[in-house]
């Protein structure tokens, strides 16, 4: 990749005028950063990363960043107050807290509001009133207003395909004053 980037390079040097120039820069940069090999800051050496033996994980030197962020969801900042990031609720270097995907604005809403106990009363007090309800309507209750119809002959029993004896008789209601 280096050897052809380098030929594209020569190639648009032979063209000069504003644009080809600063393509051949931007090229000349890009090839650089493609062609060098990557370096890994170690306590005491260094090292490159390239087909041999990977580095060991306990020797590489990360950057300190602070453990003691508080963990403070952005919907409890203030809103009003000014930030760099006036959506996300946060400064220009502020460090974030190992979970700020969690504590970001755009996690599900945090409600204070009522407790866990008031929320159980809450409910409780619901289905009382719905049971009571429910227990008034079932009391008062007179039944369908409509009269329910009933069929001659034994509930058309040999109509509909039974006959005499058998076990589950197949009829209709039954009229009883016929």
């Known amino acids: 990749m280096c050897a052809r980037s380098l030929g594209n390079l020569h190639s648009i040097q032979s063209r000069p005028n504003i644009q ?8 000349r940069a890009s090839s650089r950063l493609i062609c060098s090999p990557v370096v890994l800051a170690r306590q005491g050496s ?12 306990s020797t ?5 960043y602070p453990n003691d962020t508080p ?7 203030s809103p009003h ?26 996690t599900p809403d945090i409600h204070t509001v009522v407790t866990p106990r008031k929320a159980l009363a809450l409910q409780a007090g ?17 039944g369908p207003p409509m009269v329910r119809r ?5 509930g058309l029993e040999r109509e509909l395909g ?3 004896g058998d076990e589950f008789p197949r009829a209709a209601r039954i009229d009883e004053s016929a």
């Not at 590489?60 to 300190?64: F, N, P, Q, S």
């Not at 963990?71 to 900042?77: D, G, K, S, V």
């Not at 619901?126 to 007179?142: N, P, Q």
């Open 20 to 27: 080809s120039t600063m393509l051949a820069r931007t090229l």
């Open 46 to 57: 260094t090292a490159t990363a390239g087909p041999g033996p990977h580095p060991d994980p």
């Open 60 to 64: 590489i030197k990360l950057v300190e």
């Open 71 to 77: 963990a403070i969801n952005a919907q409890f900042l």
């Open 81 to 106: 107050e000014k930030y760099w990031d006036q959506q996300g609720r946060r400064n220009f270097g502020e460090p974030l807290h190992e979970e700020a995907d969690v504590l970001n604005i755009f």
């Open 126 to 142: 619901f289905a009382m009133i719905f049971v009571t309800i429910a227990g008034l309507v079932y009391l008062t209750w007179d």
């Open 150 to 154: 009933k069929y001659p002959y034994g």
């Open 162 to 164: 039974g006959l005499p």
